[in-house]
């Protein structure tokens, strides 16, 4: 059994908390409120055993506030991706489930949508508190559905709770408009409306946080959801769910179901009453969901997959540069849509940065997500293993090298070795396509005109980061970077606080913070006429 060490946080001070990922783990960190550590030991079946008593490990849907089996009884199973071993079998859903998951929360918007901003936003409070009282076990269930390291997912706990926090206080700032009136006997007036019905599909890589990223400003706008997480990782997201209902969000309002994933997302796309679907996952998939959205006219947002440059000029302080590319790179073992992607180092720090990065690299431990002190997880599954593989086949044929790393880590399943690879050219797949994994490849580069070509040349937009110690510089290459999200001598920027998405394919649309709203608000105009007559 191993023993492991987690920080436990307090759920004051939520709006000041900021996201921090250390080599050793990724946490949220409160200005006000220093973590405590305890210590509690584990093993993947101790932890299965208390979720299956504490009420979180759920296998069903849940449809209209009822937990109910795949019409057909078909399941499908859900694995730890560090052991191999099945985790639960969880109802295999399609189409007609899909439907009455629909219908449930069409019949809840009525109610929902109509209930005052200070309600829902009590309704939403509870949901966090919950989520935060449940901090431990929903960090054990992520690392035994997904793999990320506990501590990593511990924060990914608090991170994810944050967009619910938010949200709540948020939904009591849904303001409309009066606007001057050209003419004299009328008023006109903006209201901002819920969209309606929102079906939300959501990645494996973040199974809470992508799901309240979404599911958060939707509840607190007014409408009411259809979330279809992914089948790799669905027991987050039905115990979020479960929580949903414990906090006494009324049925209907949030509906899970999961399984077959083409017929679930055509049924969500061919329903006059969902009148937005909003997707994290692959370009690929995005892209089949915005065609599909336009047979029933439907809003869409969407946050897809990125290739995110890691600019390190030569005067960037080395250190900084070195701890910020080791975040920006290896969180989740690579496998965030904001991972840096490549990265591009100027030739006066070049080899330099190499070598510091490659001996920083060699301290990642690698291991089970349970065990202490492992910051490095197992990839998701043989697919992901296998696409890093060809990344590196490639990149090797084509004149790269190995600084360190490179291949399948001794440890077996879906274990990687953390890589640094040099002399990455443009044209290798490691520089055209997300590797998704922990694959660092290094570009070089002469001149900031050079950098900024080489950062754009992609059909992504998501994430950038730049690493220099000249504010102008800094000032000019942000602007100059077509990425909807820039990090300046940072590796970890995220919070729920701040606007995240792409441009270019990388997406459409922005989630948390203030503009994550207006995703779900309809802007209505009413005009108020015969105004002089008594
Ligand atoms: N921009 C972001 O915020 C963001 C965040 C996380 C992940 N991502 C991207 O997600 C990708 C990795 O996640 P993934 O492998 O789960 O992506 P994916 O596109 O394969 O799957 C995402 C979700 O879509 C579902 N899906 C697949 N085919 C579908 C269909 N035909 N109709 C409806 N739903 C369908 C899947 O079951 C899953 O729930 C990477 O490209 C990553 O960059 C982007
Ligand atoms: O993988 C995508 C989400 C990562 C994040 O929110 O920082």
């Known amino acids: 059994m191993n023993t492991l060490k987690a920080s436990r946080i307090s759920t004051a001070a939520g709006r000041f908390a900021k ?48 937990w109910v089996d795949a019409y057909d009884r078909k399941t499908l199973k859900v694995y730890n991706p560090a052991t191999g071993e099945v985790v639960a079998d969880v109802s295999c859903m399609g189409g007609r489930e899909t439907n ?73 700032r849904v303001y409309g408009d009066i606007i001057p009136s050209p003419l004299a006997d009328r008023r006109l007036f903006v209201l901002k409306q819920p969209v309606g019905v929102v079906g939300s599909i959501t990645p494996w890589n973040f199974p809470l946080a992508m799901i309240t990223r979404k599911v958060g400003p939707a509840l607190a706008c007014g409408c009411t959801v259809v979330i279809k997480p992914s089948e790799l990782t669905p027991l987050t997201a039905l115990a979020a769910a479960e929580l949903s209902l414990q906090a006494g969000i009324p049925p209907g309002v949030v509906n899970v179901v999961m399984g077959n994933a083409p017929e679930i997302g055509d049924s969500l796309l061919a329903s006059t009453q969902v009148r937005k679907i909003t997707f994290t996952g692959s370009t690929a998939v995005g892209k089949k969901l915005m065609t599909g959205a336009g047979g029933t006219v439907k809003r869409v947002s969407l946050e897809l997959g990125g290739n995110a440059p890691c600019i390190v ?65 197992p990839l998701i599954n043989e697919a992901a293993v296998r696409k890093v593989e060809s990344f590196i086949e490639d990149a090797i044929s084509k004149g790269a090298k190995i600084l360190h790393g490179g291949k399948r880590h001794s440890l077996g399943m879906t274990f990687y070795e953390p890589t640094v690879i040099s002399d990455v050219k443009s044209e290798m797949l490691l520089s055209r396509e997300e590797v998704f994994g922990p694959v660092a490849p290094l570009l070089r580069f002469k001149t900031e005109d050079e950098a900024i070509h080489l950062a754009n040349d992609t059909n992504a937009g998501l994430a950038a980061y730049i690493f220099t110690n000249n504010m102008q510089r800094s000032w000019r290459v942000s602007e100059a970077l077509e990425y909807g999200l820039v990090g300046v001598n940072e590796g970890i920027i995220s919070t729920e606080v701040a606007p995240f998405g792409g441009i270019k394919q990388s997406g459409l649309g922005r989630e948390g913070s203030k503009y994550g709203m207006d995703e779900y608000l309809e802007v209505k105009y009413v005009c108020l006429g015969n105004m002089n007559s008594n």
């Open 100 to 172: 009455d998951a629909i219908s449930s929360a069409y019949d809840a918007f009525h109610s929902w949508s109509k209930l005052t901003a200070a309600e829902r936003s009590r309704f939403l409070r509870r949901w966090y508190d919950l989520l935060i009282a449940h901090r431990e076990e929903l960090g054990q269930l992520i690392t035994l559905e997904q793999g990320k390291p506990l501590k990593e997912a511990l924060g990914e706990v608090s991170y994810g709770a944050g967009f619910i926090e938010f949200y709540a206080e948020e939904a009591k």
């Open 313 to 377: 000029f030569d005067d960037a302080d080395l250190d900084v540069a070195v701890k910020g590319t080791l975040a920006a790179k290896f969180r989740n073992s690579g496998q965030t849509c904001v991972c840096a992607n490549r990265v591009l180092v100027q030739e006066g720090i070049y080899e330099k940065f190499a070598n510091a990065l490659s001996k920083a690299v060699q301290n990642l431990q690698v291991g089970d997500g349970f065990t202490e002190g492992v910051v490095q997880g």
């Open 19 to 66: 996201l921090i990922w250390r080599p050793s783990h990724l946490v949220r960190v409160h200005a006000s409120a220093p973590p405590l550590t305890r210590q509690i030991s584990m093993d993947a079946q101790s932890v299965a055993s208390r979720l299956s008593n504490s009420g979180l490990l759920r296998s069903q849907g849940l449809i209209g506030g009822k």
